[in-house]
Structures are given as C-alpha cells and as structure tokens.
C-alpha cells in the first residue's frame, strides 16, 4: 500500500486515541500463563497484532477475532516445531513468548526477534534478568535461540537496563513463581503498568505499579476466564500532537495518557505551542488517567535544551522522532539526541528530500534549522514504524502531491490511519 498525499492544509475536528500497540502484544504474550480463556478488549486492528497471532496459531493457540476483541485460549501442549518463522521475523515481540513458555517447557528454541530496523538491539536485559530466574537463553540453530528453564526460581533482580520488554519477560516469569521476586530498575512504562494490572488480574499481587522497584508474588497456576483491558497508546496521541503543531492546525484528541505525556508537552510549550487538557479520567483497565486535549498552535522556536528520550517518566523513547517535523517549524536550531538507536537517526535525514533542513552530528544525533517551507516528494517509507510516520507528518505539511510508498511499517502501529486523518480534513489516499 502507498499514500497519496496533497499537503499543505490546515487540519481541524476530533480524533480519539486508539488501543496501545505494545500493550497489546504484552498481553497477547501474557494470556499463554493462562490455562483459561483470555478476552482482550477492543483490540487495535494493526499488522504487527496480526503477526502475533499468526504466530499463536502456528504453535496451537486458539485465537478469535469476535468484533473488536481477541479471545485467546492455549492449548494443553503446543506444538512449537510448527512456529510461523516468517510472521515471527517480522516482530521483536517473539521475545516475548520467552517466559510464559519457560513455566511449560523445561527446554526450547524461539525465532530470533525482527521488528523495526534500527541497528544493533541488545537481548542483554533478557539474558541478564531471566538468568537471575533460572531462565537461561543461548544460541540455538540457525536463526533461533535456546531456552533452558529447568531449573527456574524466584529472586531478586537489577535490570541490566530499565528496558519495557525486558521487565515484561521478568515479570511473566516471576508471576508463575510461588514466592517473592523483587525487579529494581524496572521500566514503568505504560505497556510494563498494563501487563502488572492483567497479572493482577490472574491473582499475582505486584507492589510498586508505576515504579522502578516492583515486588511480584507469583501463584503457582492460573486457570480462570479473564477479560482485560489494555489502555491507549501515548505514541499514537503523540503522532497527533505533532501533526498539529507542525501543520499549523486546530484539533482536539482525546483519550489521551496524559502520565505519558506530559514531559513532551511541557517541552513543545517551552517551544511555543499552546493546548488545553481536559480534567483527567479513568481508562477501562481503571489505572491510566486519560485527558482531552485541545491543541491550538503557536508561534514555534527552538527548545532551551537539546531534545532526548530518557526512560519513564523522561521523554518516551518512541516519542522522540515526532519531535522532528515540529522542529522544521521552529525558529531557530533545535539539537535531537537519539542516544537509544544508532540507525534512527539516519532516518530522519529523509525529512531533507522534502525541503527540511536536518543535518546529521554523529551516530546520535541530529540539528534541525527552522522554520522551513516543505515540499512535496515521492518517498520510500524507512523500514521503521516512527521514522516513516514523521514523513508521513512533513508530507501533510508539504505543499502539492506527495507520494510514500510501501506503507507497511505504519501498518504495524497503526490503524487505518489514513481514515482518521481524513476525519481532520487531511487529502490522503491509500493506493495499492
């Protein structure tokens, strides 16, 4: 699929933030420490949801689509020797299925993880914290890893790193571990709140939800009909944000999680953009607070600091690029340092085939000048969920025709964005 865009209008009316993509496939991992039936609510409709369950359904899970929601129900033994490899290489969330599968098998081999194309990312933080747990990854066959999980065991960890997925497969395996595991540097990111609050759910008792030391008693089974909630993605309410601020328009988005938001915004109103919030609400897994959001524009300038992602409560790591566009836009020179990923940045330097200004310091970090008039381009969408929605955010504020093509990474996040971005009077057509 590729976009056809005509840029350069001011967008206006509503939009509401959609279901996390990282929280639901969390929960799609978590819902195999369940011998029940599992309901996940409101499912977002995204290709990388879709790669998880082709990949649930290769090793004998029962997984349905009924609406919007996904029912899941594992199956006595799986049948890992039928793993989809091609679906898998799709995701890095294959590392997911780690720990849930450890408390089944005392030993067995997973697709080593694909997903986004960002250089070098360390599966250290797994390593490290599993193996404090007795759950032991190594080299397996060609284009796999082994897991030895024999000899599993509660204990207490330090995160290598305060990594979100890490501190997932740490905490589905202590929550099958029927004694206290205590996680310090833990991410308290919004996928890490969601999955303790689906954990709690099967009757773990974690303390310490929203912190960077959780205590996690695990049960030794669970065996029940559990329907979850995962909440709304703050990068999807991000990705409007931006797109407001840096085409100039008036718009509101609502549902948005504000706990996740709020360093972002405080930094784009030390830029100049102006917004008003709702007063805050809770969402359906009654612990994110949400809030709408008025965004109204401004007069936009560099930033008194350089822009950089730090973990929860900092600027979210997959925020970051969204911070590009808007810079195009500011008076003056704004520096982003993406100190997480070494081929990200190189990315954003595609902004420059549509008349931005980036200029690349080192592996790490980039300068943008503004303001500058955007242009139309024909683009090949990066093999990057973020880097190719920021594109697709300058192209709306290029005047005249764009083209992006090949489509598919946005696919992966996000739902029929192209439609709800005609709701805001964006001219945009999806093309095969």
């Known amino acids: ?15 509401t933030t959609n279901i996390s993509k990282n929280a639901a496939v969390v929960l799609l991992a978590a819902s195999l420490l369940n011998k029940g039936t599992t309901t996940l609510k409101k499912m977002p409709h995204i290709e990388e949801v879709n790669r998880v369950i082709e990949i649930l359904k290769s090793i004998g899970v029962s997984v349905e689509w009924v609406g919007g929601d996904v029912v899941i129900k594992p199956p006595e033994e799986f049948t890992l020797d039928t793993i989809d490899r091609v679906a ?9 299925l780690t720990a849930p599968l450890a408390h089944r098998y005392d030993s067995f081999e ?34 796999m890893y082994s897991v030895d999980s024999a000899n599993r065991h509660a204990a207490n960890i330090v995160m290598y790193e305060a990594s979100d ?32 609050v689906f954990l709690q759910q099967c009757g773990v008792k974690i303390e310490g939800i929203g912190t960077t030391t959780l205590m996690v008693h695990g049960v030794s089974l669970v065996d029940a009909d559990i329907t979850a909630y995962p ?20 718009f509101s988005v609502k549902r948005c999680p504000i706990d996740f938001l709020e360093l972002e915004l405080a930094t784009l109103d030390s830029m100049g953009f102006q917004y ?11 612990l994110t607070k949400l809030v709408d959001l008025e965004l109204l524009g401004g007069d936009l300038i560099e930033p008194p600091e350089k822009i950089a992602p730090r973990p929860y409560p900092g600027i979210n790591i997959d925020n970051l690029p969204y911070f590009v566009p808007v810079a195009t836009q500011a008076k003056g020179r704004t520096l982003i340092h993406d100190w997480v990923y070494e081929l990200r940045p190189q990315y954003y330097l595609e902004m420059n085939k549509l008349g931005a200004k980036v200029e690349r310091i080192d592996q790490h970090r980039v300068t943008v000048e503004g303001p500058t008039k955007l242009h139309a381009a024909d683009i090949e969408t990066p093999p990057a969920l973020r880097p190719a929605t920021l594109l697709l955010i300058g192209m709306l504020a290029a005047e005249g025709e764009s083209m992006l ?16 971005l005609k709701t805001l009077g964006a001219d ?4 095969d």
């Open 110 to 143: 997973l697709p080593l993880p694909g997903g986004c194309k960002l250089g070098g990312r360390t599966m250290m933080p797994h390593i490290d914290a599993l193996s404090k747990l007795g759950i032991h990854i190594g080299e397996g066959e060609e284009g």
């Open 276 to 286: 008003n919030r709702s007063k805050e609400y809770i969402a359906e897994n009654g």
């Open 165 to 196: 997925t890490g501190t997932e497969n740490a905490l589905m395996a202590a929550a099958l571990m029927p004694k206290t595991t205590t996680i310090k540097f833990a991410s308290a990111n919004y996928m890490v709140q969601d999955l303790c």
């Open 88 to 96: 898998a290489g799709k995701v890095r969330s294959i590392i997911l």
């Open 1 to 15: 699929m590729n976009y056809k865009v005509i840029g350069g209008k001011p967008l206006s009316g509503e939009v």
């Open 405 to 420: 093509r090949d489509v598919y990474p946005i696919n992966r996040g996000y739902e029929r964005l192209h439609e709800r």
């Open 231 to 250: 909440s709304e993605d703050p990068i999807e309410s991000m990705f409007f944000i931006s797109l407001a601020a840096t085409t100039h328009s008036k």
């Open 428 to 431: 945009i057509e999806a093309i």
